[in-house]
C-alpha cells in the first residue's frame, strides 16, 4: 500500500509541471530562443530552422535549413518528452549538433516554452 501511494505522489509530481505549463510565460522565455528561432506567420529559417508546427515533427526535416549531420541522423521526433531533453541540454540529446546553446536548466521555462511553441501550426497559423 506504501509503495502504491509513493508511486502514485511521484506521478502526480511529475505531471504536475506539465499541466502548469503556461504559453504565456513561455512566449517571454522563449526571448533566449529568438536570437536564431522564428515562429509565426512568414517565420523564415534564420541561424536556426523555424520552430512552427515543431511538436510531432520529425527532428532535421525544416525544408531549406542547412541541419547538421547528427540532426538529420538522429532519428527524433519532437515530441514534448524530447524537446524537454533537448532543451535542457541540446548537445547531450543530440551529440554534433551545430545548436550553439548550454540549454535551459529551470523545468517550468521548458515546459512553458513547449506550451508556446504548441500554439503554432505548420503554417505558423494557431494550432487547432
Excluded at 524537454?84 to 551545430?98: M, S
Excluded at 545548436?99 to 536548466?105: D, H, L, P
Amino acid at each position: 500500500m506504501l509503495r502504491a501511494m509513493i508511486a502514485a505522489v511521484a506521478l502526480c509530481a511529475s505531471v504536475a509541471p506539465a499541466m502548469a505549463a503556461d504559453p504565456a510565460a513561455g512566449e517571454k522565455a522563449f526571448a533566449v530562443c529568438k536570437a536564431c528561432h522564428r515562429v509565426g506567420e512568414g517565420a523564415k529559417n534564420t541561424v536556426g530552422p523555424t520552430l512552427n508546427g515543431v511538436v510531432g515533427r520529425p527532428a532535421g526535416s525544416v525544408e531549406g535549413f542547412a541541419y547538421s549531420e547528427a540532426m538529420k541522423n538522429s532519428g527524433l521526433t519532437w515530441d514534448e518528452a524530447t524537446l524537454t531533453e533537448y532543451l535542457k541540454n541540446p548537445k547531450a540529446k543530440v551529440p554534433g549538433t551545430k545548436m550553439a546553446f548550454a540549454g535551459v536548466k529551470d523545468e517550468t521555462k521548458v515546459a512553458n516554452i513547449i506550451a508556446y511553441l504548441k500554439q503554432f501550426g505548420a503554417d505558423g497559423k494557431p494550432a487547432q
